[in-house]
């Protein structure tokens, strides 16, 4: 599975911003994207990786990490093989490389880096104040 985030840049504290993930390669065509869980990790200079949201096959499950429940919500449209991070009230904590990533089975969400065997190269959100 191939991935690749859109979307990234820099905002100031308050605004919205949606990432897009858009996903191909043989995998998708043969099993289609609603047979993957798909999340997204960010990671900050000098941090760990760190989960942000994830979505089961289907849309039926969705988690988040503590720090951006409540403004942050993931969602997918498989039909076009994209899901999408929109981003609310953001702050200068939540700058980081904003990955997208695939795994399986699709009916769990999993929130740590294992659950997942396929990352995009990421893209770059920079909130200053």
């Known amino acids: 599975v191939q991935l690749v985030e859109s979307g990234g840049g820099l905002v100031q504290t308050g605004d919205s911003r949606k990432l897009s993930c858009i996903a191909s390669g043989r995998a998708i065509t043969n099993y289609r994207m609603a047979n993957y869980r798909m999340a997204w990790f960010r990671q900050a200079p000098g941090k760990e990786r760190e989960f942000v949201g994830g979505?089961?096959?289907?849309?039926?499950?969705?988690r988040y990490g503590d720090s951006v429940k409540g403004r942050f919500t993931i969602s997918r449209d498989d039909a076009k093989n994209t899901v999408y991070l929109q981003m609310n009230a953001l702050t200068v904590d939540d700058t980081a490389v904003y990955y997208c990533?695939?795994?399986?089975?699709?009916?769990?969400?999993?929130?740590?880096?294992?659950?997942?065997?396929?990352w995009g190269q990421g893209t770059q959100v920079t909130v200053s104040s």
């Open positions: 990533a695939a795994g399986d089975p699709p009916w769990t969400v999993a929130t740590v880096s294992e659950g997942y065997a396929s």
């Open positions: 979505i089961s096959g289907a849309g039926a499950v969705t």
